[in-house]
């Protein structure tokens, strides 16, 4: 399953951006991470290295 960004935990800080290997994540026009679910892989990479745990599986 893709991961899901919780917008009312995410600070913006862009990790999660960094180590995603198919650059599935991206900055909404909030500043807000953001996941295209048809590109995630599910690698679960995002998770580890969000800072707020703002990450999660759908
Ligand atoms: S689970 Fe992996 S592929 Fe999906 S958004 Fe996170 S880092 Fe990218
Ligand atoms: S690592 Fe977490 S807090 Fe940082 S941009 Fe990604 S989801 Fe938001």
Do not use: F, H, R, Y
């Not at 290997?21 to 807000?32: E, K, R, V, Y």
């Not at 991470?33 to 599986?57: M, N």
Request: charged share 15%.
């Amino acid at each position: 399953m893709p991961v899901v960004v919780s917008k009312d935990i995410c600070i913006g800080c862009g990790a999660c951006i960094g180590v995603c290997p198919t650059s599935a994540l991206s900055l909404d026009a909030n500043g807000l991470a953001e996941c295209e679910e048809s590109i995630c892989i599910d690698c679960l990479a995002c998770i580890g290295v969000c800072p707020t745990s703002a990450i999660s599986q759908k």
